[in-house]
């Protein structure tokens, strides 16, 4: 199994709602990362888990939360979101951070905030 | 620091030509190089990578790259386009530096 699930697909929310995006791997892979895409823009980088503990936080506004329950699993919960916040949100995964094994993606969250 | 260029936002190639996109790179260590493929509305495919083996590395969709550190490039190549190949690539260093992509048009 060489694949990143994240669910949901798309997801509208309101600026008041409380939502979570669900990252899952099955690769044994112990580094795992939320990063931001802008249309027409590459990937920034959000959020670094390594072995389960947040390890790189890009100074990214409180309202995105990570949670990593366990080595499979990367949460990112949703509160007060702005309208710039709309974007596709990808989810990765790499044996570990510093390996030169490159980044599994998943297909992302497409997110707009109404 | 380190950094990835990406040269030219869009490029495009006639079916069967020749696929040529330029990446080059800044880093003052050995770097790992990465390429990267987005098709419309999908997450990122990993192409190939570079991480200090051989200099020619081959990756799916026949596609292969050269790292020449004395011109600090990683450019990636196909021999013969396919419309299939139409989509953003995404040059890549080491901490995942990503460069600003490059948008491949196949024209029929």
Request: charged letters at 15%; proline letters at 6%.
């Amino acid at each position: 199994d060489t694949e990143v699930t994240q669910t949901p697909k798309h997801l509208v929310m309101g600026m008041t709602n409380k939502k979570s995006l669900k990252c899952e791997q099955h690769m044994g892979h112990r580094a795992m990362y939320w990063y931001k895409q802008k249309a027409k823009k590459p990937p920034e980088l959000m959020f670094v888990y390594s072995y389960e503990k947040l390890s790189i936080n890009e100074s990214v506004p409180s309202r995105f939360s990570p949670e990593c329950p366990n080595s499979s699993l990367l949460n990112l919960h949703l509160h007060a979101l702005q309208p710039e916040d709309s974007a596709l949100y990808l989810c990765a995964s790499s044996q570990e951070v510093a390996s030169g094994g490159g980044r599994y993606f998943g297909p992302g969250t497409r997110l707009l905030v109404l | 620091a380190q950094s990835v260029t990406q040269l030219g936002s869009h490029v495009s190639v006639s079916e069967g030509a020749l696929v040529l996109l330029r990446c080059n790179y800044s880093s003052s260590v050995p770097p790992y190089l990465f390429w990267y493929v987005q098709y419309p509305n999908q997450g990122l495919q990993l192409l190939l990578k570079y991480t200090s083996a051989a200099t020619l590395v081959k990756g799916i969709n026949g596609f292969e790259a050269e790292f020449k550190k004395s011109e600090t490039s990683f450019h990636l190549t196909k021999p013969s386009a396919h419309m299939s190949d139409a989509a953003e690539y995404f040059c890549a260093v080491s901490r995942i530096i990503f460069g600003k992509g490059t948008r491949l048009h196949i024209l029929p």
